[in-house]
């Protein structure tokens, strides 16, 4: 069965720490660029960082910028999305999706989801 199954979500105080799995199966995560997007009620979707498929460069939007980190373990068929230093304006679900390049923060561009993990930052 082809599928991304985001976990690691959960309630956290501000400051604090979590970090998202994104695994796939039934296919190979390598080939692809894959891409953190976030969304928060009444607000749409935004990517938050995306890992490419040849060199595994990283990219973030500013918001993100010095508290989150991306990364993969081709190993494991596992993309993660370290996330430090959470704002309760982190609060979303937090969905993984396979793209060819990391060219676009568009979510249209990305063809391929998960069913999201709940993120949220409140004392």
């Known amino acids: 069965q082809v599928q991304l199954v985001e976990s690691g979500g959960g309630l956290v105080q501000p400051g604090g720490s979590l970090r998202l799995s994104c695994v796939a199966s039934?296919?190979?995560?390598?080939?692809?660029?894959v891409g953190w997007f976030r969304q928060a009620p009444g607000n749409e979707r935004e990517g938050v960082s995306c890992?490419?498929?040849?060199?595994?460069?990283?990219y973030y939007i500013d918001a993100a910028k010095g508290r989150f980190t991306i990364s993969r373990d081709d190993t494991e068929n596992t993309v993660y999305l370290q996330m430090n230093d959470l704002k309760p304006e982190d609060t979303a679900v937090y969905y993984c999706?396979?793209?060819?390049?990391?060219?676009?923060?568009?979510?249209?561009?990305?063809?391929?989801w998960g069913q999201g993990t709940q993120v949220t930052v409140s004392s």
């Open positions: 999706a396979t793209a060819q390049f990391c060219t676009s923060w568009y979510p249209h561009e990305y063809n391929f």
């Open positions: 039934g296919f190979t995560l390598n080939y692809y660029a």
């Open positions: 890992i490419s498929s040849n060199d595994a460069s990283a």
